[in-house]
């Protein structure tokens, strides 16, 4: 065990969190079991742990710590990817004659050209990143491939608008006319242009909705079904590369290069977003076993099915649920798994904040469902030391939960709600310190006051948890408590490599 935290300073405050150990219950020594802290605002009373409570779910599985993590797959990608877009490059290069850029309106058009094939191939590995195949998953992590799929999407949309421009000014010059009457004769004259100008505009629509501010205002239903017209532009952008691009319209390596790019990015997107699913829940039937309510706004859907013993799942991991009844068949949303998989069931939690999620409440015993998954890298597979730190906020509290089943001993949990009401699992969160030689440590009250601002300075957070630096931390919940906590870790050198990260997007 590692030693009793210690208290913060008195100079905090009549207002400040006090931290201490609970009290001993029956048969249980005082230095095992959850920590908690008392409610801020000055109050005496101490939360007390409840007796030893066992949730039913199945034996713990200890997953060891690797010596290296493998990252050979991610390095690959990058070699591949890199390797595959100067390729893309070279083949520019190799049709373009010695001699023949001479003036202003040859650098245009060969810029358009250059940047109408780079933008194809990113447009290329935009659908690759998205296409859910396992193996792109494990190695980068789909919270990775997230942040990479909206990078890229910038570079797309600034190649694309590039390619359009450089072309259109370019021919322009070398036909003497006003710009818009060249756009024009382009469109209506040029092979397949009427497809490829039908989709720059929905490449520019969706990357304009995709904007931060914009996207956290629609509705995730709006957004999912949006984002499926992506692949309109890969349809529709096939023909115009194969009949204008002088680098595929040739036959020849170039051709059979860029087939095979598609080739291979089509089965991707089959197998990831079609044969896989299926074949997934042909096996497994899963189906709903019961509805539990958590609290007033949060809800647990126990899942049965078959051969769950055989389910390649992780504690932390989510999947994508589709219930098959009137009203949400429609939809697939994610949500992490709030127990570890077992033989026996699935579980996940849900908060309710808009009509699809209030309609959860009501599934029936039986409802069939499609789910999709697991994804997700935010597993005790991907730690690099012997101990862990976890942290959750709200309903973030899920995947933390179900980590905690499957991390070894001296784990600590560092779980912020607003108040006593919030907590989602105590009792089964105590039996798992008790049986787990765990610690968690309840922050309860608001953003503003004293306890937890200090908690989460590097001077509070070294005072919990003295050996932060040794150990991994796992955070999920609201972005305000992961960017803060990670700033705070960052102080604490706690090197990137062991801040792992399950944020709320979508």
Not at 429 to 441: K, T
Not at 471 to 491: A, I, M, Q
Request: charged letters at 25%; hydrophobic letters at 45%; one cysteine or more.
């Amino acid at each position: 065990m590692t030693d009793r935290p210690r208290r913060p300073k008195p100079a905090l405050g009549r207002d400040a969190a006090r931290w201490q150990e609970p009290s001993a219950g029956p048969g249980r020594p005082t230095d095992r079991g959850a920590g908690v802290a008392t409610e801020p605002r000055g109050a005496d009373r101490t939360y007390r742990v409840k007796d030893a409570y066992r949730p039913r779910s199945a034996q713990h599985r200890e997953i060891d710590v690797p010596d290296v993590y493998d990252h050979s797959g991610r390095l690959l990608f990058t070699i591949v990817f890199w390797c595959a877009l100067a390729t893309s490059v070279e083949l520019w290069w190799l049709n373009t004659p010695t001699g023949s850029i001479r003036s202003v309106a040859d650098i245009l058009v060969a810029g358009g050209r250059l940047t109408g094939l780079v933008g194809g191939f990113l447009l290329l590995t935009q659908v690759l990143l998205m296409s859910r195949v396992r193996w792109l998953e494990r190695w980068i992590g789909a919270h990775s491939l997230l942040i990479w799929h909206r990078e890229l999407g910038g570079a797309l949309l600034f190649m694309i608008l590039g390619h359009v421009a450089l072309i259109v000014v370019g021919y322009s010059r070398i036909a003497a006319q006003p710009l818009l009457p060249t756009a024009w004769s382009m469109i209506t004259t040029y092979e397949d242009m009427v497809s490829a100008t039908l989709a720059t505009g929905i490449l520019i629509g969706i990357s304009l909705l995709a904007i931060r501010s914009v996207r956290r205002r629609l509705p995730y239903e709006f957004w999912y079904f949006l984002h499926l017209t992506s692949y309109l532009i890969l349809l529709l952008g096939y023909g115009h590369q194969f009949a204008t691009g002088r680098e595929l319209s040739r036959g020849g390596f170039g051709t059979w290069y860029w087939a095979g790019l598609y080739a291979f990015v089509v089965l991707c997107l089959i197998w990831g977003r079609i044969v896989a699913p299926a074949w997934f829940n042909l096996r497994h039937r899963l189906r709903v076993a019961r509805v539990t309510a958590e609290g007033p706004d949060m809800i647990s859907v126990y899942i049965s099915g078959r051969r769950l013993d055989g389910l390649d799942a992780r504690a932390g991991q989510y999947f994508r649920w589709r219930f098959l009844t009137l009203g949400c068949w429609w939809q697939a949303h994610p949500f992490s798994l709030s127990a570890a998989p077992n033989e026996h069931f699935l579980r996940l939690t849900i908060k309710v904040v808009g009509d699809h999620t209030e309609r959860l409440r009501g599934l029936r015993p039986g409802v069939r469902i499609f789910a999709e998954g697991p994804s997700g890298v935010f597993t005790a597979e991907r730690r690099r030391r012997p101990r862990a730190l976890l942290i959750a906020g709200g309903s973030g509290i899920a995947p933390i939960r179900a980590l905690l089943e499957e991390l070894p001993a001296q784990t600590v949990v560092i779980y912020r709600a607003r108040n006593e009401d919030e907590l989602l699992f105590r009792e089964e969160l105590d039996w798992l310190a008790r049986e787990r030689e765990a610690q968690v440590w309840y922050v309860l009250g608001s953003r503003d006051d004293a306890g937890p601002r200090y908690l989460f300075t590097p001077k509070g957070m070294r005072e919990l948890v003295d050996d932060i630096r040794h150990r991994d931390v796992f955070l999920c919940g609201p972005s305000g408590l992961v960017n803060t906590s990670v700033r705070t870790l960052r102080r604490l050198r706690v090197p990137r490599r062991q801040i792992h990260l399950d944020p709320f997007e979508f």
